[in-house]
């Protein structure tokens, strides 16, 4: 049992370049969610999904899109990456029954 | 909209003692889950306990408890017995039930245990 696995695990972009971070997961959740962690601020919320063509924007959704087209896929693409992209990025999965999400283990980014 | 504070940004505690985490959040929602996480320096966030809001009895996960003060809106998780492999980034997240799992976490709080 892979739970949710995030690749890759660490990308260097160039400002302006345009890239995929894929997530997959292999226990049936309905819900599937991208956060970003900066240091001091924790994680944040960019998009979350409660199912295959569902999708909504997070706390902070500007130069992120997502899609949804299966139960378990739910890939994060920046469109046009910023130095301010620079984080650490994790993508996260749970049964809408209140018991937490099992967390990828995480894309390191660096946009230069 | 939901707020989790964790206003201590460091803390250090000797191997086998015990230590404790503070976690402050803002709603006005009635129904919600609250959640410890734990991030080792590999990086993985890792679920350690979890607490519903409608349950008083306070959550416990063999040497992780909880102090859950519903009314004082304070969520503190208390580590008995520390090992060095407790060494870790710790988030206290909050949970809306209805909220499609969305999940808002604290600054977090560097533990590091030590000989």
């Known amino acids: 049992n892979a739970g949710v696995t995030q690749t890759p695990k660490f990308q260097v972009l160039k400002t302006g370049q345009s890239m995929t971070l894929q997530c997959a997961q292999d226990?049936?959740?309905?819900?599937m969610s991208w956060y970003r962690q900066d240091p001091g601020m924790g994680l944040r919320l960019i998009h979350y999904s409660v199912g295959a063509g569902i999708t909504d924007q997070g706390e902070v959704p500007n130069g992120y899109n997502v899609s949804r087209s299966t139960t378990e896929d739910f890939p994060l693409r920046l469109l046009s990456a910023a130095p301010s992209q620079t984080s650490v990025y994790f993508c996260?999965?749970?049964?809408?029954?209140?018991?937490?999400?099992?967390f990828g283990s995480g894309t390191r980014l660096t946009v230069v | 909209a939901q707020t989790v504070t964790q206003s201590q940004p460091e803390m250090s505690v000797q191997e086998a003692e015990t230590v404790t985490l503070s976690c402050t959040y803002d709603?006005?929602?009635?129904?919600?889950?609250l959640f410890w996480y734990k991030q080792p320096p590999s990086r993985q966030m890792i679920l350690v306990i979890r607490?519903?809001?409608?349950?008083?009895q306070n959550a416990t996960e063999n040497r992780f408890s909880v102090n859950f003060q519903k009314a004082a809106k304070s969520f503190s998780l208390k580590i008995s017995d520390s090992q060095l492999g407790d060494t870790a980034m710790y988030f206290c997240?909050?949970?809306?039930?209805?909220?499609?799992?969305?999940?808002?976490f604290g600054t977090g709080t560097r533990l590091q245990v030590t000989l």
């Open positions: 997240a909050f949970m809306a039930t209805g909220t499609a799992s969305k999940l808002t």
């Open positions: 226990m049936n959740h309905e819900y």
């Open positions: 607490q519903e809001a409608y349950k008083q």
């Open positions: 709603t006005s929602e009635s129904n919600y889950y």
């Open positions: 996260a999965s749970s049964h809408p029954d209140g018991y937490g999400y099992t």
